[in-house]
Nanobody, 122 residues
Framework: QVHLVESGGGLVQPGGSLSLSCAASGTIFSIDDMAWYRQAPGKQRELVAIITSGGGMPNYADSVKGRVTISRDNAKDTVYLQMNSLKPEDTAVYYC???????????????WGQGTQVTVSS
């Protein structure tokens, strides 16, 4: 089994910063892409940022470019999301998604974290 544990959400004032983390554990052979999504009330889940295993440039949603940085620590099977200059419209539940192979020879599968609430409000 694979488990993703997220942490770091909370309440922050506009203009503030938050850092999220998502650690994968369990039966893992290799990890491919790691990503953060978010879902605001009444809206569809959307991609915030994604980082590949190959060290290429991360991709960001236009709405967060220049304010958000995704990074990963392959030794810890962990992905991070540093968010700066937060706006009220960044309020959402943030989910990590990890694409991995549970064992040698298995297909890549997507696993989701439980979600962490980020609220930007004064």
């Amino acid at each position: 089994q694979v488990h993703l544990v997220e942490s770091g959400g909370g309440l922050v004032q506009p203009g503030g910063s938050l850092s999220l983390s998502c650690a994968a554990s369990g039966t893992i052979f290799s990890i491919d892409d790691m990503a953060w999504y978010r879902q605001a009330p009444g809206k569809q889940r959307e991609l915030v940022a994604i980082i590949t295993s190959g060290g290429g440039m991360p991709n960001y949603a236009d709405s967060v470019k220049g304010r958000v940085t995704i990074s990963r620590d392959n030794a810890k099977d962990t992905v991070y999301l540093q968010m700066n200059s937060l706006k009220p419209e960044d309020t959402a539940v943030y989910y990590c998604k990890v694409r991995l192979r549970p064992a040698w020879g298995t297909r890549l599968r997507d696993y989701w974290g439980q979600g962490t609430q980020v609220t930007v409000s004064s």
